[in-house]
């Protein structure tokens, strides 16, 4: 089992639509939990970092963070063309390592 | 300067050549990470270093790969003898400080490839 799992996608859904990415993770002692947005050819940069149980909204995106299910997903409201990239999990393990899942590929269609 | 500054951006090796590539931190972060990220899939942690002491290198996929930040700012990473899996972009990230909640901010990777 892989230490930060997701869905690779494609997800695919229409401009205005909400797109809901989900992420598990399998140390149940992980404390920060963060969304990467990653387009292609170019490096991740950071969209949302969650510490504690619940929702936090940051304009367009949700973060939600369930640490008894080991659950963690980002909702993008008002899904644009713009917002078509490869979005990646990353759970801080304890330590100094931070694991990255796969990521999920989404697609928005104008 | 304003970002994480990454050199070269790509470079192209024979395999058993030796490599290096240069990470240049936002200044005053004290935390750098090395991560390999393969096509498709998310970074892998290779290393981590906080100011000049290397901290945790057991990403590191084999005693070819060798890191280095003496003086606590600009970061090395050597490839010994690369080999074609050694193809991959190597990304660098820094963070102001080490610990959990820290974000990390990436520069813009080296693309390696082996022939």
């Known amino acids: 089992q892989k230490e930060v799992e997701q869905n690779s996608g494609p997800l695919s859904v229409p401009e205005g639509a909400i797109a809901s990415l989900n992420c598990t993770y399998s140390d149940r002692g992980s404390q920060s939990f963060f969304w990467y947005r990653q387009y292609s050819g170019k490096s991740p940069e950071l969209i949302m970092f969650i510490y504690s149980n619940g929702d936090k909204e940051d304009g367009r995106f949700t973060a939600q963070l369930n640490k008894a299910s080991q659950y963690v997903s980002l909702l993008i409201r008002d899904s644009q063309p713009s917002d078509s990239a490869t979005y990646l999990c990353?759970?801080?393990?304890?330590?100094?390592?931070?694991?990255f899942g796969a990521g999920t590929r989404l697609f928005v269609k104008a | 300067g304003a970002g994480v500054s990454q050199s070269p951006r790509y470079k192209v090796a024979k395999r058993g050549q030796d490599v290096a590539l240069r990470c240049d931190p936002i200044s005053g972060h004290v935390s750098l990470f090395w991560y390999q990220q393969a096509l498709g899939q998310g970074p892998e942690f290779l290393t981590y270093?906080?100011?000049?002491?290397?901290?945790?290198k057991s990403g590191l996929p084999s005693d070819r790969f060798f890191a280095e930040r003496p003086e606590g700012s600009v970061s090395t990473l050597k490839i010994q003898r690369t080999q074609q899996e050694d193809s991959a972009v190597y990304l660098c990230a820094s963070s102001f400080l080490g610990g959990e909640r820290n974000i990390q901010y990436f520069g813009a990777g080296t693309r390696l490839s082996v022939l």
């Open positions: 990353a759970v801080h393990t304890g330590g100094f390592k931070t694991i």
């Open positions: 270093f906080q100011n000049e002491a290397q901290l945790d």
